[in-house]
Antibody
Framework: EVQLVESGGGLVKPGRSLRLSCTAS????????MSWFRQAPGKGLEWLGF??????????EYAASVKDRFTISRDDSKSIAYLQMNSLKTEDTAVYYC??????????WGQGTLVTVSS | EIVLTQSPGTLSLSPGERATLSCRAS???????LAWYQQKPGQAPRLLIY???NRATGIPDRFSGSGSGPDFTLTISRLEPEDFAVYYC??????????FGPGTKVDIK
């Protein structure tokens, strides 16, 4: 069974950094791209970025809204994808999800982790 | 950037009724790049349909997707109590990679 578990969320002050983890199990993590999304309270879904599998170069792409502040990486030896978030703003408050990326759709999602940016 | 519009915003129906949800893209897109998700309160999105009409693994056959070009439809043939949720359409493009519609809430009449 495919499982994705996000962790690392919490309360953080504006301007600080936070790193989220997405721990995968139940599939060959190395073979898949991974995407990150967020959902602000009561709002819709926003794609943040993704990382290709090493077989496709392991490169990343980002949404314009976070490109200069967020970084996605992966550790295939641990089956973990990371989302490094810097210079956090109050508007970054949201539930953050990782998802297995099948290039045209997302077939499995984690349960999400809440990030609250507040002084 | 392709923008997705969903209608109606809210659909109030009774269990057993048919639900028809619409998703319109701001320009024509290939069926390959259109998917539908279900999201219940406090839960992650769940893939229902990919490639506009292909049911994901484990999705009941009361869910079906159709459409082409800019107009797509998700149909739930007979609503079960567990189907009351928010439904999002999603398209895959170049930049940004994934965009979603604003969602249709299906609630109990």
């Amino acid at each position: 069974e495919v499982q994705l578990v996000e962790s690392g969320g919490g309360l953080v002050k504006p301007g600080r950094s936070l790193r989220l983890s997405c721990t995968a199990s139940g599939f060959t993590f190395d073979d898949y791209a991974m995407s990150w999304f967020r959902q602000a309270p009561g709002k819709g879904l926003e794609w943040l970025g993704f990382i290709r599998s090493k077989g496709y170069g392991g490169t990343t792409e980002y949404a314009a809204s976070v490109k200069d502040r967020f970084t996605i990486s992966r550790d295939d030896s641990k089956s973990i994808a990371y989302l490094q978030m810097n210079s956090l703003k109050t508007e970054d408050t949201a539930v953050y999800y990782c998802a297995r990326d099948i290039y045209t759709y997302l077939d499995n999602w984690g349960q999400g982790t809440l990030v609250t940016v507040s002084s | 950037e392709i923008v997705l519009t969903q209608s109606p915003g809210t659909l109030s129906l009774s269990p057993g009724e048919r639900a028809t949800l619409s998703c319109r893209a701001s320009q024509s897109i290939s069926t390959t790049y259109l998917a539908w998700y279900q999201q219940k309160p406090g839960q992650a999105p769940r893939l229902l349909i990919y490639g506009a009409s292909n049911r994901a693994t484990g999705i009941p056959d009361r869910f079906s997707g159709s459409g082409s070009g800019p107009d797509f439809t998700l149909t739930i043939s007979r609503l079960e109590p567990e189907d009351f949720a928010v439904y999002y359409c999603q398209q895959c493009g170049s930049s940004p990679r994934f965009t979603f519609g604003p969602g249709t809430k299906v609630d109990i009449k």
